[in-house]
């Protein structure tokens, strides 16, 4: 569908809808292919939505919320979440980095979405920029301009993790903030602790002042005994943004936190900033429901045991068939180089094999997949013939 001219909505708007309309058009030809060959010829890895239940603690510490007659649960609460809430959230950050956390350190959030556009709002003037290191989460790009900012991309290295050379060439007296985020989405890539050694480095030499925000929502999805660094203690000035959503399994219920660093002289200065910025949004508060229920079972994590073997399922049958892959640590997804450059024509010719993909193109890296492994076991097994036809097909 062609936005422009726009009438109703913003010029701005009906640009964005039209970037960002290959995803609905991958939406609309895994439909019509559905329809066309039967559902269970169809193999759909575009989505990052878990395809399992939230272990059953998440679920019964719901229901005893649901059923305690205390007063006010699910009233109104300052900006920044349940002071108890945050306190149990603080524990869990002392413990982990050894640094001072407390509640005043925490905010709830609407998820992870929401803690990006919470902070990159308290952070960016009109014209400010946010650099990120490819490939990258493809919502970034709009979060950093719904605040008047810009994403400025920078290539990774071969490994995909982040060039430290060019994340330094790429700073402008106009940036904000460096936004990365480890384990990766798209590629399942974790960045060592060296990376973030020299990021403190890097910080330590520019003239104005700029924050790392490192976007975690993958931190408790890890494969192989790899242990995810924490970066507060690396790099002073930063703010984790991160959610419970792919560790309890619960995207739908919106639950997440921005911790900003004890080390940072800024942190009250950006606490309250952000707690008006929640609350301005729209957000108001994040939901008081789940904000109990993290409270109490928020370091549970789901049994990352099939996401595993599927990653691995996945890596070692596309290795097999000449697929070039950086073999993913964690997340749930696979990000392997397309056997031409063209990879919008890649997924094409994957589609035509009932495999539907998305192209890398919209991650910031052109020439590559992303497939998402929130599928059934059996699906992977069933697809590696239709991923090895079009490979053949493309050289
Ligand atoms: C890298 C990354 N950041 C943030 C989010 C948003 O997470 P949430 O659902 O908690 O808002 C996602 C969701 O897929 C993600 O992949």
Known sequence: MDYTPAVIISRAVAENLTKASWIRRMFEEGARLKQERGADKVFDFTLGNPEIEPPPAVLAAARRVLDSDAPHLHAYMPNAGHPRVREAVATRLRQATGLPYTASHVLMTVGAGAALNTVLKALLDPGDEVITVAPFFAEYTFYAENHGGRLVV??????????????????????????VNSPNNPSGVIYPAST?????????????????????????LVFDDVKVPEVPPLVTRS????????????????????????????????????????????????????????????????????????????????????????????????????????????VRLLADEGVLTVPGS??????????????????????????????????
């Open 362 to 395: 919209g991650f910031g890296m052109p020439g590559h997949i992303r497939i998402s492994l929130t599928v059934e076991r059996d699906t992977v097994v069933r697809a590696l013939p239709g991923f090895e036809r079009a490979f053949r097909k493309a050289r």
């Open 239 to 346: 703010i984790v943004a991160t959610s419970w959503s792919k560790s309890l399994a619960i995207p739908g219920e919106r639950i997440g936190y921005l911790a900003f660093s004890p080390r940072m002289a800024e942190a009250a200065e950006l606490f309250e900033a952000c707690s008006f910025t929640s609350r301005v949004l729209g957000f108001v508060n994040a939901p008081a429901l789940w904000q109990w229920v993290v409270a109490e079972v928020g370091d549970q994590v789901i049994d990352v045991g099939p996401y595993r073997e599927k990653r691995d399922l996945m890596y070692e049958g596309l290795t097999r068939i000449g697929y070039q892959c950086v073999k993913p640590q964690g997340a749930f997804y696979v990000f392997p180089r397309t056997p031409i450059d063209d990879d919008v024509a890649f």
């Open 196 to 220: 973030f050694v020299e990021i403190e480095k890097l910080l330590a030499r520019t003239a104005r002042p700029i924050v790392l925000i490192s976007d975690e929502p993958y931190k408790a």
């Open 154 to 179: 920078v290539q990774p290295r071969a490994d995909l993790t982040p060039d430290l050379a060019k994340l330094e060439a790429a700073i402008t007296p106009k940036t904000r903030a460096i936004l």
